[in-house]
């Protein structure tokens, strides 16, 4: 092992927050795992005189945030194992000579804790001035500038100079894989990666190393870490030690405008918070966003990652019809005005079973509703489904990616879109279209040809049909062969509803303007059916149509965008407390 390099110290050291998990969440969490006896067990403490009730177990940090009191500490967080080591949350027991860890100190009938004594205060300061002896002076370029622990604390709690003057210990900086880069420097060993790896996906990729002064965080035998929750180190982490290389240098924390969403990428339904740069209205990040019902405190890697396909360079961004020389920009009027009309002649001459409707399980429960009340309920097509997009489950310790790719399949075959009534399924009806008994076929989202089922036979079929129309966000095979190409949006555009596997109803809200003349997928449904004579109602909004929704589909009965929250409901036939992992 190659010894680190010196450089001479800096007469001071400066250090930024880690995720200040709510207190209920934590507790209500920490309760799941007892019995029913345990949990009704309540405790009568104090905290600085302040006299409240908290079930018996919790520990002195949690408790001492429903006191409305905040406990300082770096190791500990509420979904890891606690193990002590930063020693920044001492807190005083009256009647006790020494001062105790709050994060392994469980609360007592009686107990009074006291947080502000001088003999805290002292402590506290002895512990920042040791962990800052060899951190770097490199605020102003860290990448966790604006969210650092170690900062806030470092103002907080002092001291404001360091009294060591020997030369500190340097490390370079290394990739060290799941999207990370690792720097020693700046590490404090609070082990927030080392028990995330092993606790939550079960693998001991991240270990402490060495003894002594040398003592640092390495990755195991110097292997690459290679599973797919590593990104969340970077959110726990509560200095600048592992950053993301995605955000890296993007931008400064309070630059960004964080916006509550849903991870569009499985059928999971994480809980993430979109960082959104309004200057360059452009997404910079994805962050995991408690929800103990869901996702817990994690995201997984492609949850983290995937929005750059919000910016991609080759998105469509304006209506276009296929004519002699190509595709042609046309006027969304005009578009919708011969679709309807083409497609109306099509049903007047061959019937409504001589149109198939494909939709996808990526539209919210608001388009899903429009789709089936369009077109089933509207001009009685009864061809309409959606292709199903499988992948391999992927299982961790205490998380899983779950295998459909699909954000809202739940929530459409809830609001009925599937065949009825003798209608026929996605490979059925492109077999149909191929064979010339479907004159016209509806993609709601494009995709690789074998999606929709044999490539040969989709591909005839797609050469087959009188009209054929695509709304997608980018180019696809379907949409180069489209009559018309109608441009959507992504999850990050328009406001919404999911409906996860579990049966969980959460909001996605529009992150950024749109892009081009694109049009969100409730607003051209809408439209078009109107032009179609099959909607008589519009709404401006999609909060208004998940009302009329939630009247005309019994699982969605009694929710409003109100009571979904920030955290999201369960759909009548399931219950609140779904399953998690």
Known sequence: MPRPGRRAASPRN???????????????????SRNDGDLMAQVKVKFDGREISVEKGTNLIEAAKLAGIFVPHFCYHPGLPVVGVCRICLCELEGRPKLVAGCATSVEEGMHVITRSKKVADARRAVMEFLLIHHPLDCPMCDKGGECTLQDYTMLL??????FQFEKLTWPEEDVGGKLVLNKNRCILCMRCVNLCKDVAGLDEIAVLNRGEQTFIGTVDGRMIENELAGNIADICPVGALTSKDFRFKARPWELTNVSSVCPHCSKGCNIVVGFHARRNEILRNTARTNMDVNQWWICDRGRGGFHYVHDEKRLTAPARRGDKGYQGVSWNEALLEISASLRDIILRHGARAVGVLGSGTLTNEEQYLTRAVFRDGLGITHIDFPRRPQPEVRYAKFT???DKDPNARGALLCGVAPV?????????????AEGTIKALLFLRGGPLDLFGEPAIVQRALENVELLVIVDIA???ISERADWVLPG????EKDGTFTNSQGRVQRIRKVLTLRGDTREEWRI??????????????????ERIFARLAQAVPAFSGLTYTTLGELGAPIAAATADVAVG
Do not use: N, Y
């Open 14 to 32: 400066t250090g930024m927050s880690s995720c200040f998990i709510s207190a209920r969440s934590a507790v209500l969490w920490t309760a799941r």
């Open 158 to 163: 002092g001291p404001s100079r360091s009294r």
């Open 401 to 403: 990616i779950e295998g």
């Open 421 to 433: 009534q003798s209608g026929l399924g996605v490979r059925d009806m492109v077999r149909a279209a």
């Open 475 to 477: 180019p696809s095979p």
């Open 489 to 492: 949006v992504t999850f990050a």
């Open 525 to 542: 449904l809408q439209e078009l059916g109107q032009h179609l004579g099959a909607l008589k109602a519009r709404d401006p909004d999609p």
